[in-house]
């Protein structure tokens, strides 16, 4: 795991790993989604939206998505 943020509005964890993302429950203590390869390049910071229901994501290779 690279980064790791909470989203409190949404009750989640968000698990950055090189390319993927998975988000778990705060609550229940289970992953809800998975994002495998969701880039080409790896993942070196994440942020999420002021309403919490979209996240962007800054690559090694300089892109932003």
């Known amino acids: 795991i690279n980064i790791a943020m909470i989203s ?3 009750s989640e964890i968000y698990l950055v790993s090189d390319t993927s993302i998975a988000v ?3 609550n229940k203590g289970i992953q809800l989604r998975r994002y495998e ?3 080409e390049s790896k993942i070196l910071s994440f942020a999420i939206d002021k309403l919490q229901q979209e996240f962007f994501v800054g690559l ?3 892109n932003i998505k």
Do not use: F, P, Q
């Open 8 to 10: 409190e509005a949404n």
């Open 60 to 62: 090694e290779n300089g």
């Open 24 to 26: 778990w429950s705060l």
């Open 37 to 39: 390869n969701i880039v």
